[in-house]
C-alpha cells in the first residue's frame, strides 16, 4: 500500500540527517564536529479512517494525513472527497 495522502496528495520526501560528534562549547566541550550525512525519508503523517458522507449516505474508507483531515472537517467529507478525485 503506498504512503500517499488521498486529500492532500503529500508522500515521503527524502532528506538528510547530520551526525554530529562531541560536547558543545557552552557545555565545556571543544565544540560539534559534522562527520557524516546520512540519507532518509520523511514519511506522511497518514491515518486510516471511515468517513461519513452524508450525501451518498454511507461510510467512506481514506487514507489521509492530519492536514487532510483539518480540510474535511473544514470543507466537509463529500466536497473534499470529490475535489480531490477519492469519489
Same mark, same amino acid.
Do not use: Q
Given at each position: ?13 527524502? *532528506? ?11 557545555? *565545556?566541550?571543544? *565544540? ?14 497518514l ?21 487532510g ?6 470543507? *466537509? ?11
Amino acid at each position: 500500500m503506498s504512503r500517499v495522502c488521498d486529500i492532500t496528495g503529500s508522500k515521503p520526501t527524502r *532528506g538528510s540527517v547530520i551526525h554530529r560528534r562531541g560536547m558543545a562549547k557552552k557545555k *565545556g566541550g571543544v *565544540g560539534r564536529h559534522v562527520t557524516k550525512n546520512v540519507a532518509r525519508w520523511f514519511a506522511p503523517n497518514l491515518h486510516e479512517h471511515r468517513v461519513w458522507v452524508p450525501e451518498l449516505r454511507k461510510f467512506v474508507r481514506v487514507r489521509v494525513t492530519a492536514r487532510g483531515l483539518k480540510t474535511i472537517n473544514k470543507n *466537509g467529507a463529500y466536497k473534499a472527497l470529490k475535489k480531490a478525485g477519492a469519489i
